[in-house]
């Protein structure tokens, strides 16, 4: 989730996946101020989660951290925004 995979390790990844963002895309984003909203933001985090279910198998490790790792993170914006 911290950075994409590499492009010469998984080529696959770039096939199927038509926007890979990874959670130091997010930052930069951040520190670069390109979110205007809170709803642009959960968009990506959002995206990052798809991306990994959608590349990763249903049951693996990785499609079942995304899942939890999403349920914080609406947990926490629900937190934020009320």
Known sequence: ???LPSRRDYPDYYMIIRQPIAIKTIRRNVKAHK???V???HHDWKLMFDNARTYN???S???NDA???QRVL???LGELTG
């Open 57 to 59: 198998e249903e049951g």
């Open 35 to 37: 979110y205007a909203s």
């Open 74 to 76: 609406e947990e926490k």
């Open 61 to 63: 490790m990785v499609y």
């Open 1 to 3: 989730f911290l950075e």
């Open 39 to 41: 709803a642009a933001f």
């Open 67 to 69: 899942c939890a790792l």
